[in-house]
Structures are given as structure tokens and as C-alpha cells.
């Protein structure tokens, strides 16, 4: 009788529950950059809000920047593979393969946008037998000089901005557009998270204090709909960073299993000083 219930505790506790989104993490400290030089990325999947478990990654398929100053002919596009290394990361109740990337100041560098984009590994999903795979976005900025910010990259699936994702303000609003292969998603799912632990980047690990609560399972993902031009709009009430996530835009099969191609895009919040 214990032991049945320790052994379905430890199923709870290791399996991913349909409540949890999954939000592949593309991480730096500061996305508004006064000058570039040196940066550290973590790239981890895992529940933002909870920042209980650690989804093991599989080997990264892509990782790259495209950079552009001004509106001016085409971005460049620098490869990152080279730069990744397999780390550990730790959130509250488990830990997992993860990666981090170490950039060379020569990457980013000068003036303008850089929009770094991921596409992981497909992740097979027990609890839904199925695979994931999230295209994931993370633009920063150096200097205060826009570039390709709102650009399609032509992703399967993507979000693309309709504001600059490195400044806004608490209590602003964050506007965006679900693409599939440069097309718009007509009424398009949405998840929304935020990223309520803290990441160690020393340590490679969540801290322990939940920056909120929830005060229902609703409010842990939050859903909405894109309209029938596949626009959203979402409030910041919070300073930090969110993640939103467009599921299941392509579905398709991988290894004789269902696999859906999702997009993530993630906005950083800073308070009005
Ligand atoms: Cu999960």
C-alpha cells in the first residue's frame, strides 16, 4: 500500500502534466545591451512558472543570430553551434540536460538588433506520445539602435513582434503576430508564462523563491487566442521575463509518432525607474 503510493507520487512528480506548459527556455540577464561584448545564454526546457522540472534536451538542430542595424539591406546571419556546451540545470524537484552557449565578444559586437533563434532537438513527450519541437526566439539589443526586431525569420513556426520585445515597461502591452513559415495563424493558440524563478547563472539552477503565486492553475499558463489575422496582444503586469508560446502550428509525423512544431518568443519587462 506505501510503496503504491510512493511509486505514484514519483510518477506525479516526474511525469508532464497536460496543466504544465513546456517552454523552451533561451536565456541572458539583460536583452537591452548599452554596448556588446562577452554573453552567456542557458538554454533550458522546463515550466517557466513553476520552475519545478527540467526536461532532458536532445542535441541542438540550430542555433544562430541574424544581426542588422537600421532598416538597410539584409540581416547577417552568424552560426552558434560552435559556442554550445552541455550543462546541468536544476529547477525545484529534478534536474536536466541543458546547454549553455559562451559567445566571443566578436559576435555581438556593434550596434543594432540580434535576433538569436533555436531550434532544439524534437522532444518525445511520454505523457502524450508524441514529439516537441520549439522553435524558440530571443532578440537583444545593443545600443538603442533597431534593426530586424520585427522581422519574419521564416520559421515552420514563429512569433513575430509587432514591439520591440527588449523595451517595455510594467504595465505596457506586447503585441505580436503567430507565423507559420511567414504566413499568418488565423486564430492561433497562445500560452503565456512567467518566468517566476529566478535563473543562478553560476550555479545553473532556478532559485528557490517564486517571485509570485498563482492563485489558481489558470493563471500559472495563461491562454488566449490570436485573432483572424493570427495578432495577439498580452498585458506586462510584471517586470522580468515572459514567455509566450504558440502550440501545435504545424503538426506532422517524426520516428512513426505525431510531432507538433511550436513557437516561442521571449519579452523582457523592466519597471519604470
Ligand atoms: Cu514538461
Known amino acids: 500500500m506505501k510503496k503504491g503510493f510512493l511509486l505514484a507520487g514519483l510518477l506525479t512528480l516526474f511525469a508532464c502534466s497536460p496543466v504544465f506548459a513546456h517552454f523552451q527556455m533561451l ?5 537591452a545591451l548599452e554596448r556588446g561584448g562577452e554573453m552567456n545564454l542557458k538554454l533550458v ?11 532532458d534536451m536532445e542535441p541542438v538542430q540550430e542555433f544562430y543570430v541574424l544581426q542588422q542595424r537600421g532598416d538597410e539591406g539584409e540581416a547577417s546571419k552568424t552560426d552558434l553551434m560552435e559556442y554550445l556546451t552541455e550543462i546541468t540545470w536544476t529547477a525545484q524537484e529534478d534536474s536536466g540536460k541543458a546547454y549553455e552557449a559562451n559567445l566571443p565578444a566578436r559576435v555581438v559586437r556593434s550596434m ?8 532544439p532537438g524534437p522532444y518525445y513527450e511520454k505523457a502524450d506520445e508524441e514529439y516537441i519541437q520549439q522553435f524558440t526566439k530571443m532578440i537583444v539589443n545593443v545600443g538603442g539602435i533597431p534593426g530586424n526586431w520585427h522581422e519574419p525569420v521564416g520559421l515552420p513556426a514563429e512569433i513575430v513582434p509587432l514591439d520591440k520585445p527588449y523595451a517595455n515597461w510594467t504595465g505596457g502591452i506586447f ?9 499568418p495563424v488565423p486564430h492561433a493558440e497562445l500560452e503565456i508564462e512567467y518566468l517566476n524563478h529566478m535563473p543562478d547563472m553560476e550555479k545553473n539552477a532556478f532559485e528557490g523563491d ?10 500559472e499558463t495563461m491562454g488566449i487566442r490570436a485573432n483572424d489575422r493570427g495578432e495577439f ?7 522580468g521575463w515572459w514567455g509566450i508560446a504558440a502550440p501545435d502550428v504545424v503538426e506532422l509525423e517524426h520516428n512513426g509518432k505525431e510531432m507538433v512544431q511550436e513557437a516561442v518568443l521571449w519579452v523582457q519587462v523592466t519597471d519604470i525607474p
Open 210 to 219: 517564486a517571485k509570485i503565486e498563482a492563485p489558481h492553475p489558470a493563471f
Open 45 to 55: 526546457f522546463t515550466h517557466p512558472f513553476d520552475g519545478d522540472h527540467v526536461m
Open 112 to 119: 543594432g538588433d540580434y535576433v538569436f533563434v533555436l531550434v
Open 175 to 183: 503585441r505580436g503576430v503567430v507565423m507559420s513559415n511567414g504566413e
Open 233 to 239: 496582444a498580452i498585458g506586462l503586469p510584471k517586470a
Open 27 to 31: 536565456y541572458t540577464p539583460q536583452s
